[in-house]
């Protein structure tokens, strides 16, 4: 299974669609936040897709959730925007609260850095930024041989 994960759009939602188009095959997108507006509109345009969203801290009145949870394949996925995890100073806190958890996989966004790491049975996805030109967005596969994480461009 494909999963499109995307964060930080802050109103680019033409590089949504870009990302969007360039996976036909990943039917479940996942929205790390500070962006909550621009899904509501593409909802209805890719409604063969599933959409999951967090409240990012700049989505300042929003209803969505700080966090969520996937049970996909087998595999827990943990996924927030990560601002409440100070994941701009390190990475500690979110991996310590996907432990708790019992995640195999952890996406967060907030930094608009890409990052994939592996760390002692743990996943980590933060896809980048989709606010400007040249932005990035991740793909998440699960597969019978196991996860794998990559980052892409628009």
Request: glycine residues 10%; hydrophobic residues 40%.
């Amino acid at each position: 299974m494909k999963i499109l994960v995307i964060s930080d759009s802050h109103g680019n939602t033409r590089n949504i669609e870009r990302a969007l188009e360039s996976q036909p095959e990943a039917k479940t997108v996942i929205h790390l936040g500070d962006g909550a507006d621009d899904i509501t509109d593409l909802e209805f345009v890719y409604a063969d897709r599933q959409f999951y969203q967090v409240a990012g801290n700049c989505d300042w009145g929003s209803a969505l959730p700080l966090a969520g949870e996937l049970k996909i394949q087998g595999k827990t996925i943990f996924f927030v925007h990560g601002h409440e995890y100070r994941v701009k100073t390190d990475l500690q806190q979110i991996k310590l609260e996907a432990r708790k958890r019992k995640a195999d996989v952890v996406l967060f966004g907030h930094t608009h850095l890409p990052v994939t790491e592996y760390d002692d049975g743990l996943y980590l996805l933060n896809p980048g930024s989709l606010q400007n030109a040249g932005g990035t967005y991740g793909v998440l596969d699960i597969t019978d041989a196991g996860l794998f994480a990559r980052i892409l461009k628009v």
